[in-house]
């Protein structure tokens, strides 16, 4: 009996270096969601959207960069993350206006989800690991 051996195939420097790259750029990204995440839930981050709008561009820019490697998924997730957690927070802004405690209540449940979104991705992209999005 043979038994079949294969040997990892090692990228070629250009796609090594693309990988690094793409790494670079989301490790960036990912520490800048962050902040604004942290920021987010211990009040006092003022500088919050500021970060998140250059985090949003950042992706957005070089998300084609990603096409056809495991961070593309990771530049979905961060864009829909910033999306999804825009979208919440307009449509419970009301509550401030309306209601103060409801307002403070929904804002912080919608900033929790934002952190743990991040640090799940952080995480996985450190690990080497695809996002898996639900369809």
């Known amino acids: 009996m043979s038994q079949d051996f294969t040997t990892p195939v090692s990228p070629d420097p250009a796609t090594l270096q693309k990988l ?23 009040p006092g981050g003022q500088f919050g959207p500021v970060l998140l709008i250059a985090a949003l561009v950042l992706d957005m820019v070089k998300r084609s960069d ?55 991705g952080f995480l996985a992209m450190n690990k080497g690991q695809e996002m898996e999005i639900p369809a």
Not at 81 to 99: R, S
Request: aromatic residues 16%.
């Open 20 to 42: 690094q790259s793409l790494n670079t750029i989301g490790t960036i990204s990912y520490v800048m969601h962050l902040i604004v995440a942290i920021g987010a839930v211990i």
């Open 66 to 120: 990603a096409e056809g490697t495991w961070h593309a998924s990771h530049f979905r997730w961060r864009i829909r993350t910033v999306i999804i957690a825009g979208v919440l927070y307009l449509v419970t802004a009301p509550l401030w206006i309306l209601f103060l405690i409801p307002g403070w209540i929904a804002w912080t449940a919608i900033s929790i989800w934002f952190l743990y979104r991040i640090v799940t």
